[in-house]
């Protein structure tokens, strides 16, 4: 059992809702035209890193970007993980992963646990509360934002709860693009699932993005990697992979949990 996927690495234009949704539609007629059957976005696609006015340009509840995505996925039947956006709420504006499948039903809203200090995060966002696991194709599944991929014991109570794929949306910066790679195959390889990263290109007012959006299967093997550029990239995973692994390897049943 597998499945299509496609990463749209782009770039965003600096607190532009409008033209990162013309930006968005064109790369993601790309992607199904391909053959994609799920296509990821990265984190905050509708803004970028606009933290100052995010508040004016946050979408209430989410509302116009989730109307968006499932006009997308109308046009193309194709499962979206929405990357996040700004989702503004009674008590502030969260940093919200939004996954639609392709029948168009909203199955999950996640916002980011753990906010990023060094990009002043913390003075503008409100931290997420809930875990990140959701459904698609009977396989259960789950999603990250960027800085929670250092914490390892996040992602693991994930898996434990039964996620085969890990799904992460990023901003990650060039500067540290060596940690990127590395955390985001340890991940892989100490959980024994998928991880599918996709991490927008470009640059804002004080930073510079790395791209290098990755898919990396149960083993730790990378089977796609992206560039610093706009570009799609493409792998077609087999869930049954991840049973393999684990077998090869029982880690979860040698796990000792009440030493931990």
């Not at 970007?65 to 956006?85: D, N, T």
């Not at 934002?145 to 914490?151: H, K, L, M, P, S």
């Not at 100490?190 to 791209?211: H, S």
Request: charged content about 25%.
């Amino acid at each position: 059992m597998g499945m299509k996927i496609a990463i749209a690495q782009i770039d965003i234009a600096f607190g532009a809702p409008d033209k990162n949704k013309i930006h968005v539609q064109e790369w993601l007629k790309k992607a199904s035209e391909q053959g994609a059957e799920l296509v990821v976005l990265p984190e905050l696609w509708t803004t970028g890193y606009d933290l100052t006015r995010i508040d004016e340009i946050s979408d209430l509840g989410g509302e116009n970007s989730i109307k968006f995505l499932k006009k997308l996925v109308a046009e193309h039947q194709i499962h979206i993980i929405g990357g996040s956006i700004p989702e503004k709420t009674k008590n502030g504006v969260k940093n919200t992963m939004i996954t639609i499948n392709n029948q168009g039903e909203l199955v999950k809203k996640y916002s980011k646990l753990h906010l990023f200090k060094l990009m002043d995060e913390h003075h503008y966002l409100l931290p997420g509360e809930e875990d990140g696991l959701f459904t698609l194709n009977d396989t259960q599944m789950a999603g990250l934002i960027c800085y929670d991929i250092r914490f390892p014991e996040w992602i693991r109570k994930h898996v434990i709860n039964g996620a085969r794929v890990i799904f992460v949306v990023a901003e990650w910066p060039l500067a540290r693009v060596d940690h990127w790679r590395t955390l985001l195959k340890a991940r892989a390889i100490e959980n024994q699932c998928f991880v599918i990263a996709c991490n927008r290109v470009g640059a804002d007012l004080n930073n510079e993005f790395a791209g290098h959006s990755l898919i990396i299967d149960p083993w730790g093997d990378i089977l796609a990697e992206g560039s610093e550029h706009e570009e799609l990239i493409h792998a077609e995973i087999d869930f049954t992979e991840v049973e393999k692994v684990r077998k090869k390897i029982p880690i979860f049943q040698d796990r000792r949990p009440s030493f931990y």
